[in-house]
C-alpha cells in the first residue's frame, strides 16, 4: 500500500539579486519516512526549508499539506507550527536556563484557575519523554544536560507539538558517534509512529543509515527523488556534483614532497598563551603542509592563533627564518606574512554586509594602512582574477557577501589571504560546512600553494582529508601538544591512538 | 516600456531614495500652507527666504550628523554629548577671547587662540568618549551619558554660570554673513566641513575600514585591524564636529550660553543619521543620507515656524513627523511600497498588453 503523502512542494521558484536559488523545485514527504535532503553547498537545500517554514517568501508554486487540496503558505515559523511543520536545527533554540519540563511546554503550559500547573506539567514532559526513552529528569534546567539530550528534547517539543512533519537540519554536526546513535533511534521510533522526518546533512554515512528516500537538489534545480536502495553512494555523489566523480582520491597521498632539507620558516619555542594552550615547541619547514589534530577542544585552534598573535602568547618565542618576532597583534603576524583562515566563517572571518571585493580587499589594504587606498581598477582587477581562480560562484563583485553560499564565502576568505601573498597559511577547519566538490577544490589549491613554497598549516577534524595533503602532523590532546606524526606512520589508525593517548606511537 | 520600468525601479531602489522624498514630501507640504515658502529675495546682496533660513540653520546639525554618522557606523552606538560638547567649545572660545570677562567688546586674546583652544578641548572630550567606548568597552550610550550631564557644567563652571558676551563684529562673522558673498557663511562652514570628510573618506581606506569594524569587529581584528583604534578616532571626530558646531553657534548669538547652546541637537543628530536611511546597529553608512537627514529636520522646524507654531508647541508637531517618516522607512513600509510597486507596473503592462 502506498504510504499517504504529508507534504507536497511543486514548482517552487525563489529568486535572491542575481541568482535563482530555487527553480521549479517539486519534493514530496511521505508519511513514516525519513527523507534525506542532498545537494552541495548553494544547491538550495536550505532556501527550501526557508520557504517551507516561512521564513522566507518564495515567488511561485504550491505547498500542500496532506490530502487537503488548499494551497498553503507558511509566512513564518509559527504559521508553519501550526500546519506542523516543525524544525530542529543544529543549534538548539531552547532556553538552557530553564528545566526540561518548561522548555517542552513553552507558550503551551497546562494551567490551572489561569497558572501554570507544575505537577501535571511534569507528570506529562515525562510521559512525552519516556514515549520516546529519552530517561531524564524533567525537572533539571536544560543546560545540565549535552547537547546530543538537549536536540532530542527539541525535538520531544516538536512531536508534542503534534508536528507531523519533521525538519531536521544538520542535527548531527556537533554529536559524538553514540549520541548520533541515539538520535538515529529516536527518528526510527517516530518514523515508526507515522511521523515525516526531513534530514538535512553532509555526512554520506548518516544517509545510508536511517534514510529511506533521497531528494537531489544542484544548482537551485531539482536532480531526482530516489529510493535509497536504488541509489548507490558513487552514484548520489555523481548526482549532487554533476559529473562523473573522479573520486576525492584524485589527491593521493605518496606525492608530498620531502622538505626534511628545508631550513625551518617557523620555530615556536615553549610559545604558550595561559588557559588555552600550554608552552609548546614547533618547527615548520618551507613548503611544508602541517597538520594539526585533536579533538574538539583539544586546543588546535588555539595553537594556531597563538602563532598568528589572534590570541597574544604570554610565554615563549617565535623566530622566522631564524629571526626572533614580536607578534602582538593580527597585524603584526600579517606583516611578517602570515595569514589566518580563522574557523569560524560567519562570526570570524566573513565582513557579511560588505561586498565579495571588499572581503577580499581588505586584508592587503590593513597591510598597506590607511592612507595607501588600494585603487578601484586595481581591486577589480584582483578580485576578478580570484573569483575565476578559485572558481568563486557569485553574481557580481559587488554582491554582499552574505549573499553567497557557505563554500563560496569560505573560497572568498581564501582569496583574501592569497591575495595577501603569505609565506605561511593557517587554515582552520577550511572545509567544515561545505561540499564535496569545493571540499577537493581547496584540498587540491593546498597541495598546488605548498608545491610553489608556501608553507600551510591545516587542522581539520577529518583525519581523512588530512591525511591526503599533510606530510607531518601534530597531535594535541587537553589543551597540549603531545607529539608528531610524520612518514610511513602517518595512518588513520596511528593517529587515532595518538589522539586517545597512551598506546605509544605518539612519541616525538 | 521595460527601459523605464528598469529606471523606476532603479531609482527607487537607491538607498538615497526614501531620504530625499521624505525631504521633498517636508518642502511639497509648505506649498499648499505657506504660497511664500519658496520665494527668495535679495537685500544688501544677501538672499533671503525660508529656504535660506533651512540650509542655514542646518548647517551645525549637518556638522554634528557628519561626525554622529561615523560613530554609529563604527560602534553601532550613538555619541550624546555632542550637544554638551558644544556649549563646552562656545565657553571656552568665549572664555579665551573674554579674559574672564562676562561681556567684552575687544578681544583680550588673540581670536585664532580662542578658536584653536575651543577645538582642542572638544577634541579632548571626543578623546574622553572614545578611550571610554573603544578602550575601557563600556556602552556608548552610558560612556558619552557622563559628558552629556557633565558637559554643560563644565560649560557653567568655565563661564562662572554667566553668559558671556563678546560685542565684536567679527567675532559674528562665523555665525552670518561676510559683504559680497550672498549666502551665510555657516552654510560654507557645513559644505566645507562635508567635503573634507567625504574626501578623506574617499581618498583612504578610512571609509571601509569604519564599515568593516562596525559590522564585524571580531574579523576586522583577524584581518589586521585595529579596532578599538578605529572606533577611537570616530570619537575624537564627533567632538570635534561638535567643537566646530559649537563656535558657529556662538558666533550667532555672538555669547556663551551654557545652558542654551546645542541643547538637545544630539538627538537630532542621531535622528538625521537615522533619517539618511543608516542603521543605528552600525555598519556600512551613506554620509549624504545623514545630511540629507539634516536638512530635513530642519525643513520641518522651520516648515512649522512658518506655520506660526510656537517653540514650545514645536516639538509636539515634530514628534508626529517624525514618527510618520520614521515609519515610511521602516522595513514594514517597504515591504508595502514594494507590493504597491509591483502591482502598479504589472498593471500598466497588461494595460498596454491589451
Not at chain 1, 80 to 100: F, H, R
Not at chain 1, 145 to 166: G, P, T
Not at chain 1, 307 to 323: H, N, P, T, V, W
Not at chain 2, 306 to 335: C, E, G, R, T, W
Request: aromatic residues 6%.
Amino acid at each position: 500500500m502506498e504510504p499517504a503523502i504529508l507534504l507536497k512542494m511543486r514548482n517552487i521558484r525563489k529568486t535572491f539579486p542575481g541568482v535563482v536559488a530555487l527553480d521549479n523545485v517539486d519534493f514530496t514527504l511521505r508519511a513514516g519516512e525519513i527523507h534525506a535532503l542532498m545537494g552541495e553547498n548553494g544547491a538550495g537545500k536550505s532556501t527550501l526549508i526557508k520557504v517551507l517554514t516561512g521564513a522566507v517568501d518564495f515567488e511561485s508554486g504550491e505547498i500542500y499539506i496532506g490530502d487537503n487540496q488548499q494551497r498553503i503558505v507558511n509566512r513564518s515559523p509559527q504559521e508553519a507550527q501550526k500546519n506542523g511543520i516543525s524544525t530542529v536545527y543544529q543549534e538548539v533554540n531552547l532556553c538552557p536556563n530553564l528545566s526540561v519540563a518548561e522548555n517542552l511546554f513553552i507558550g503551551m503550559e497546562p494551567k490551572k484557575g489561569g497558572f501554570i500547573d507544575w505537577k501535571t506539567m511534569k507528570k506529562r514532559a515525562k510521559e512525552v519523554l519516556a514515549g520516546l526513552d529519552i530517561n531524564i529528569d524533567v525537572s533539571a534546567n536544560l543546560e545540565n544536560y549535552s547537547i546530543a539530550v538537549q536536540q532530542m528534547v527539541a525535538i520531544a517539543r516538536a512531536v508534542n507539538m503534534s508536528a507531523k512533519i519533521l525538519i531536521l537540519d544538520e542535527p548531527t554536526s556537533s554529536l559524538d558517534d553514540d549520541e548520533v546513535e541515539k538520535l538515529f533511534n529516536l527518528m526510527k521510533k517516530l518514523k515508526a509512529g507515522g511521523t515525516g522526518i526531513i534530514f538535512v546533512t553532509h555526512f554520506l554515512e548518516q544517509v545510508y543509515a536511517v534514510c529511506d528516500r533521497i531528494t537531489v537538489l544542484r544548482n537551485g534545480a531539482l536532480v531526482g527523488e530516489y529510493e535509497i536502495e536504488n541509489l548507490p553512494r558513487l552514484e548520489l555523489v555523481a548526482k549532487m556534483l554533476g559529473k562523473s566523480f573522479d573520486d576525492l582520491e584524485a589527491i593521493k597521498r605518496g606525492n608530498i614532497p620531502d622538505v626534511s632539507g628545508e631550513n625551518p620558516l617557523i620555530e615556536a619555542k615553549g610559545l604558550g598563551c595561559t588557559g588555552t594552550i600550554k608552552p609548546f615547541d614547533l618547527q615548520i619547514k618551507k613548503g611544508e603542509v602541517i597538520g594539526l589534530t585533536g579533538l574538539l577542544g583539544s586546543g588546535r585552534s588555539e595553537l594556531a592563533r597563538s602563532l598568528y598573535g589572534a590570541d597574544r602568547a604570554d610565554c615563549g618565542e617565535i623566530r622566522m627564518k631564524g629571526e626572533k618576532l614580536a607578534v602582538k597583534s593580527p597585524l603584526d603576524a600579517m606583516k611578517c606574512g602570515m595569514g589566518y583562515l580563522p574557523e569560524n566563517r560567519k562570526e570570524e572571518g566573513i565582513i557579511a554586509d560588505l561586498s565579495v571585493r571588499e572581503n577580499i580587499m581588505i586584508a592587503l589594504q590593513a597591510k598597506r594602512g590607511v592612507f595607501k587606498l588600494l585603487g578601484r581598477k586595481e581591486q577589480e582587477e584582483f578580485t576578478s582574477e580570484y573569483i575565476k581562480l578559485l572558481q568563486i560562484k557569485t553574481a557580481s563583485p559587488e554582491t554582499p557577501i552574505k549573499q553567497l553560499s557557505g563554500g563560496n564565502q569560505q573560497k572568498v576568505i581564501l582569496a583574501r589571504w592569497l591575495l595577501t601573498h603569505p609565506e605561511f597559511l593557517i587554515l582552520d577547519e577550511p572545509t567544515r560546512g561545505i561540499d564535496v566538490g569545493t571540499k577537493t577544490e581547496i584540498q587540491k589549491l593546498i597541495a598546488k600553494l605548498a608545491d610553489e613554497g608556501m608553507s600551510i598549516m591545516f587542522i581539520s577534524s577529518e583525519i581523512e582529508e588530512m591525511l591526503r595533503v599533510c606530510g607531518r602532523m601534530a597531535v594535541l590532546r587537553d589543551r597540549k601538544k603531545v607529539g608528531e606524526i610524520s612518514g610511513e606512520e602517518l595512518s588513520s589508525e596511528n593517529i587515532m591512538k595518538a589522539i586517545a593517548g597512551g598506546a605509544g606511537n605518539a612519541g616525538n | 516600456m521595460p527601459e523605464i520600468k528598469g529606471r523606476i525601479k532603479k531609482i527607487t531602489s537607491h538607498r538615497l531614495f526614501l531620504p530625499l522624498l521624505c525631504l521633498a514630501l517636508v518642502l511639497l507640504f509648505n506649498i499648499a500652507t505657506t504660497p511664500d515658502f519658496f520665494k527668495i529675495s535679495i537685500k544688501n546682496g544677501m538672499l533671503y527666504g525660508y529656504t535660506i533660513d533651512i540650509i542655514n540653520r542646518a548647517s551645525e546639525l549637518v556638522i554634528l550628523s557628519i561626525g554622529m554618522t561615523l560613530v554609529v557606523a563604527a560602534s553601532g552606538g550613538t555619541d550624546i554629548s555632542v550637544g554638551a560638547v558644544m556649549s563646552v567649545a562656545a565657553a571656552i572660545c568665549c572664555f579665551i577671547l573674554s579674559g574672564g570677562e562676562h561681556s567684552v567688546s575687544q578681544y583680550q586674546n588673540p581670536f585664532a587662540l580662542g578658536i584653536i583652544l575651543a577645538l582642542l578641548a572638544s577634541l579632548l572630550c571626543g578623546c574622553f568618549n572614545g578611550l571610554l567606548v573603544a578602550k575601557l568597552k563600556i556602552q556608548p550610550m552610558v560612556a558619552t551619558l557622563i559628558l552629556f550631564t557633565a558637559g554643560r557644567g563644565i560649560a557653567q563652571l568655565v563661564t562662572e554660570g554667566q553668559i558671556t558676551y563678546i560685542r565684536v563684529p567679527g567675532y559674528k562673522i562665523l555665525g552670518s554673513a561676510i559683504p559680497g558673498i550672498p549666502l551665510p557663511l555657516p552654510v560654507f562652514a557645513a559644505v566645507f566641513v562635508a567635503l573634507i570628510t567625504a574626501l578623506v573618506l574617499k581618498k583612504t581606506a578610512l571609509g571601509i575600514y569604519i564599515q568593516s569594524v562596525g559590522i564585524n569587529s571580531k574579523a576586522s581584528r583577524l584581518v589586521g585591524l585595529k579596532s578599538s583604534a578605529i572606533i577611537f578616532f570616530t570619537y575624537v571626530f564627533s567632538g570635534l564636529c561638535a567643537g566646530m558646531a559649537g563656535l558657529i553657534a556662538s558666533s550667532r548669538i555672538y555669547s556663551a550660553d551654557a545652558n542654551n547652546i546645542g541643547l538637545n541637537m544630539e538627538l537630532d543628530a542621531i535622528l538625521a543619521v537615522a533619517l539618511g536611511g543608516n542603521s543605528l546597529s552600525g555598519g556600512k553608512f551613506s554620509l549624504l543620507g545623514s545630511i540629507i537627514g539634516a536638512y530635513t529636520i530642519q525643513a520641518l522646524t522651520t516648515t512649522l515656524y512658518a506655520m506660526n507654531v510656537s517653540a514650545d508647541q514645536l516639538p509636539v508637531y515634530k514628534a508626529v513627523v517624525v514618527v510618520l517618516i520614521v515609519s515610511l522607512q521602516s522595513p514594514f513600509a517597504h515591504k508595502l511600497l514594494q507590493k504597491l510597486k509591483s502591482r502598479l507596473l504589472s498593471g500598466n503592462s497588461q494595460r498596454r498588453a491589451a
